[in-house]
């Protein structure tokens, strides 16, 4: 039983241990984003596996080579006299008719050597360029899921920020609320206050215990997530090295929506789906392939007294596949000009949003300085009213209004840097080639 107390108190203390705060930077957050974030794994798999597709297109010029060895014994006629043929051994008794039709056994040894090589196969170099047109666009994706996951790091930092302020102006709202409390439980204990305001002042303390709480929920909230980004498999609680503070990123690069990833990545996209369709239209031609082989024939295993060869070339044309090429080729246009209509939209869409942010960043300027100025006046209006209250010239629902107004206002003035932020990150990544 001792043992299983001693087991019981360290795994308590461990877990105490994992819970302490673990400070850290943006730059690790982005240095291990880049690293583990199974998201940016994915996006590089799937770029790979286009890469190997385009290799797998190399069977368009580079030949096939096989080689076989193939052993066998038999008393069917034909196969006998040939397998006789094949390996020199024929002699004027086997043309015997009683012979030739029921023959003895033959065992027969062949070692083929074979090679196949393409010469003109037009729907295959389509299909090549549409490969190679893939694998550029699965490239130019994961590039921007990479930039995307930078921005979401860099937000997702920005929230574990913000939320750890909430926690300092809770915290400070819950110190000032207990203050209040112990001045008015004073005033109420020498008859100058009324129990009702009393009363009042107390639910104000258990709602900003609340709100404290919360906050501190939301501190563990914002860490799970940046352990999300990060493939983070413990469960820690991260705190933010450096404070929440407006950064002016500065001007943002004007720069062409055509030449960011992801707008290059649809119109590559367009273009395999044109090589494909290109690739149908020429199923329609002839191929010309090039064949060798190189025989070798023995009645002993792995011997080859008997050698020859054949060497050729040959023209294929299917000319009618019962109207399959057809609804192929049909198919393969209408996902082409489906492609080009989605790359159209993607464009429209993408400078619609970065109209809008633009827009997002001048209003969370303006807000920044306007949400500033209204913190100050709140400090201000709840420390005349504290000071006040304690010579009895305000009333308690005042003071409890100026205090839960100073909260508010803090509050609103972090969401909005975090905001002015984040729109400038946003901008950033919109305008990044």
Not at 57 to 77: R, Y
Not at 296 to 309: I, N, P, R, V
Not at 319 to 344: D, H, I, L, M, W
């Amino acid at each position: 039983m001792r043992h299983i107390f001693i087991f019981i108190a360290f795994g308590l203390m461990q877990a105490a241990i994992a819970q302490e705060p673990v400070n850290i930077s943006l730059e690790e957050v982005l240095e291990k984003v880049r690293e583990s974030n199974a998201s940016i794994q994915i996006s590089e798999q799937e770029a790979k596996m286009a890469k190997y597709d385009y290799r797998f297109s190399n069977s368009v010029f580079l030949p096939q080579i096989s080689v076989s060895h193939t052993g066998m014994a038999t008393t069917n006629p034909l196969m006998a006299f040939g397998s006789k043929l094949n390996q020199g051994i024929l002699t004027q008794a086997d043309f015997n008719p009683d012979l030739l039709n029921d023959p003895d056994q033959v065992e027969n040894f062949a070692t083929v050597v074979s090679v196949q090589q393409p010469l003109v196969n037009m729907d295959g170099f389509y299909k090549r360029k549409a490969a190679k047109t893939t694998m550029e666009a699965k490239e130019l994706q994961a590039m921007r899921t990479r930039d995307y996951l930078d921005f979401e790091a860099q937000k997702a930092y920005g929230q574990l920020q913000l939320a750890y302020r909430a926690v300092e102006v809770m915290q400070k709202a819950y110190d000032a609320a207990t203050a209040n409390l112990n001045m008015a439980q004073n005033s109420y204990n020498q008859g100058l206050l009324q129990k009702a305001d009393l009363l009042e002042v107390k639910v104000r303390v258990t709602e900003v215990s609340d709100q404290l709480k919360t906050a501190k929920s939301n501190v563990k909230n914002a860490s799970d997530y940046v352990a999300f980004l990060m493939n983070e498999k413990e469960n820690i609680v991260f705190q933010p090295t450096q404070e929440l503070l407006s950064e002016n990123i500065g001007e943002a690069t004007e720069a062409s929506l055509e030449n960011r990833a992801d707008v290059k990545a649809m119109d590559l996209v367009s273009e395999a789906y044109k090589a494909n369709m290109r690739a149908d239209n020429m199923t329609f031609l002839p191929r010309l392939n090039a064949f060798a082989s190189y025989e070798m024939y023995d009645d002993q295993l792995f011997q080859a007294d008997s050698k020859g060869y054949i060497v050729g070339a040959s023209l294929s044309w299917d000319v009618f596949k019962g109207s399959q090429r057809f609804a192929k080729t049909g198919k393969s246009k209408t996902n082409y000009e489906k492609a080009q209509t989605e790359y159209e939209q993607y464009v429209s869409k993408s400078t619609m949003e970065l109209q809008r942010t633009k827009r997002m960043v001048e209003d969370a300027e303006n807000r920044l300085q306007t949400s500033k100025l209204a913190m100050e006046q709140s400090e201000e209006s709840l420390r005349i009213r504290t000071n006040r209250f304690k010579e009895g010239l305000e009333k308690t629902t005042d003071l409890l209004m100026a205090e839960a107004t100073y909260a508010e206002k803090q509050l609103a003035y972090y969401q909005t840097i975090f905001e002015y932020n984040q729109a400038q990150s946003l901008l950033t990544f919109l305008t990044k080639e």
